[in-house]
T-cell receptor, first 111, second 116 residues
Framework: KQEVTQIPAALSVPEGENLVLNCSFT??????LQWFRQDPGKGLTSLLL?????REQTSGRLNASLDKSSGRSTLYIAASQPGDSATYLC??????????FGQGTELSVKP | NAGVMQNPRHLVRRRGQEARLRCSPM?????VYWYRQLPEEGLKFMVY????????ESGMPKERFSAEFPKEGPSILRIQQVVRGDSAAYFC??????????????FGEGSRLTVL
């Protein structure tokens, strides 16, 4: 059974710091991995999608990597800003179509 | 191109009533997924539908819950005889037909159900 774990559960950093969020999954048979952002009381915003054949994807200050064989992904946020404060969710997509989510990392960036 | 549209955004029901949540996928998307997010918990898969077909309902409780995605109109998640434990945010996501396994999922803003 596929399980997704995100560490840390919560993170507080001062503005300007670079930071890394971690995601691990137990079964490497996935089609892709997707990182989302969720603001309180809001829906999910897709940040990055990495297909199983890819090693990383970049969008602006965000960079996500995927090491499928070891079951790990990282989301790197450069030069963090208070507006980056949110919960970040990692989700993997095994065969069958549905996404399986981790519990999320709650990020707080202090001005 | 409008995103995934869910309504109502907020719904209050008394115990024993029925709740109907609607989801219109993005234009051109024919795959719909429903997820539930309980307070302080992660997102849990409920059901995966294509037009007129339920593909995977392994995450949906066997009783009181049902889902459909008719040929015309939005997908509906129906909860009969609601109980307080059904209070949660229900999210819908869609993906394009031509990439059922590798396409990106896009989520709606969610419907927040409160059962009194």
């Amino acid at each position: 059974k596929q399980e997704v774990t995100q560490i840390p559960a919560a993170l507080s950093v001062p503005e300007g710091e670079n930071l890394v969020l971690n995601c691990s999954f137990t079964d490497s048979a996935i089609y892709n991995l997707q990182w989302f952002r969720q603001d309180p009381g809001k829906g999910l915003t897709s940040l990055l999608l990495i297909q199983s054949s890819q090693r990383e994807q970049t969008s602006g200050r965000l960079n996500a990597s995927l090491d499928k064989s070891s079951g790990r992904s990282t989301l790197y946020i450069a030069a963090s800003q208070p507006g980056d404060s949110a919960t970040y969710l990692c989700a993997v997509r095994p065969a069958g179509g549905k996404l399986i989510f981790g519990q999320g990392t709650e990020l707080s960036v202090k001005p | 191109n409008a995103g995934v549209m869910q309504n109502p955004r907020h719904l209050v029901r008394r115990r024993g009533q029925e709740a109907r949540l609607r989801c219109s996928p993005m234009k051109g998307h024919s795959h719909v997924y429903w997820y539930r997010q309980l307070p302080e918990e992660g997102l849990k898969f409920m059901v995966y539908l294509q037009k007129e077909n339920i593909i995977d309902e392994s995450g949906m409780p066997k009783e009181r819950f049902s889902a459909e995605f008719p040929k015309e109109g939005p997908s509906i998640l129906r909860i009969q005889q609601v109980v307080r434990g059904d209070s949660a945010a229900y999210f819908c996501a869609s993906s394009p037909f031509e990439r059922p396994n590798t396409g990106e999922l896009f989520f709606g803003e969610g419907s927040r159900l409160t059962v009194l």
